[in-house]
């Protein structure tokens, strides 16, 4: 079954942090790592894999290869399937079960 892949805005904002900030060393790096985190919340769109989150009624899936975690919750949405990529979080990040990690790390 494939879902429908939602990116919401915190997480749009996630990726484009990520790309800016590998890109000012490394832009072919930026990219590269974009895109496979991207593969990564397409692949889950048609099966969703990844143990439950942090944070209640959502789930996460590591970035093979990168640092990288996409926190997701499945919706459901007008009878509409959905997966909902709410962040991505570098591993390091401080994240403390309940809540989303803070800007000021």
């Not at 909902?84 to 979080?89: A, P, T």
Request: charged share 20%; proline share 8%.
């Amino acid at each position: 079954m494939t879902r429908k892949l939602v990116w919401t805005e915190p997480a749009l904002d996630d990726l484009i942090g990520i790309l800016i900030y590998i890109a000012q060393d490394n832009p072919k790096a930026a990219e590269k790592t974009v895109q496979k985190i991207e593969k990564i919340a397409q692949n889950l769109a048609a099966f969703a894999t990844g143990r439950a989150g942090r944070i209640l009624g959502t789930y996460e899936k590591p970035i093979p290869g990168l640092p990288y975690i996409l926190a997701y919750e499945l919706a459901d949405a007008r009878g509409e399937q959905r997966v909902n990529i709410l962040h991505v979080i570098h591993t390091a990040r401080n994240w403390p079960p309940g809540s989303w990690p803070s800007d000021h790390q």
